[in-house]
T-cell receptor, first 109, second 114 residues
Framework: DAKTTQPNSMESNEEEPVHLPCNHS???????IHWYRQLPSQGPEYVIH???SNVNNRMASLAIAEDRKSSTLILHRATLRDAAVYYC??????????FGTGTSLTVIP | NAGVTQTPKFRVLKTGQSMTLLCAQD?????MYWYRQDPGMGLRLIHY???????AKGEVPDGYNVSRLKKQNFLLGLESAAPSQTSVYFC?????????????FGQGTRLTVV
């Protein structure tokens, strides 16, 4: 399965945008890019996913590079409730979700 | 909708004891998964199922068995618990659309083996 690389941690000021990067240089043509987040003491929560085009939903935006070897999760205005570990995951025909160690986001009031 | 429900939420076992963790989903999903999460680490896939009556191994299957007798339920068994199996266990489910749909997770079962 293709692997992803994320920074271990990032900080953001409250009410500012946050850009969380993910590298996936071995991505295949059929891999979907998923993002999940995990708040303390909770199960992971779906954020967004995409294949080739940029995607927007009520929680976030996903920007996918033209060569698909990297992507960026964008939180438009960080709140304290967005403090969590964010995971970038690739899935394909096997429909399996393999998690890495993710990026721990700290939001500063 | 309850989504994905895990039973129990907490459990303490003695080394060598057995137990079964139950995962139930009410979304008619084909795929179900069991993960474990150790402190400071991401989730690791133990076993998964692509439909009723099927199971397959994930990254860390040793010491665990699973069964999917009914589509809505996925059971994770520990036959002889070891301290190394102390972890938080998460169940998840998803539709079988080849990565196109999201996974839904339960709230976890915190298991301590002493």
């Amino acid at each position: 399965d293709a692997k992803t690389t994320q920074p271990n941690s990032m900080e953001s000021n409250e009410e500012e945008p946050v850009h969380l990067p993910c590298n996936h240089s071995t991505i295949s043509g059929t891999d979907y890019i998923h993002w999940y987040r995990q708040l303390p003491s909770q199960g992971p929560e779906y954020v967004i996913h995409g294949l080739t085009s940029n995607v927007n939903n009520r929680m976030a935006s996903l920007a996918i590079a033209e060569d698909r070897k990297s992507s960026t999760l964008i939180l438009h205005r960080a709140t304290l409730r967005d403090a969590a570990v964010y995971y970038c995951i690739l899935t394909n025909t096997g429909n399996q979700f393999y998690f890495g160690t993710g990026t721990s986001l700290t939001v500063i009031p | 909708n309850a989504g994905v429900t895990q039973t129990p939420k907490f459990r303490v076992l003695k080394t060598g004891q057995s137990m079964t963790l139950l995962c139930a989903q009410d979304m008619n999903h084909e795929y179900m998964y069991w993960y474990r999460q150790d402190p400071g680490m991401g989730l690791r896939l133990i076993h998964y199922s692509v439909g009723e009556g099927t199971t397959a191994k994930g990254e860390v299957p040793d010491g665990y068995n699973v069964s999917r007798l009914k589509k809505q339920n996925f059971l994770l068994g520990l036959e002889s618990a070891a301290p190394s199996q102390t972890s938080v266990y998460f169940c998840a489910s998803s539709e079988s659309r080849q990565g196109r749909t999201e996974a839904f997770f339960g709230q976890g079962t915190r298991l301590t083996v002493v």
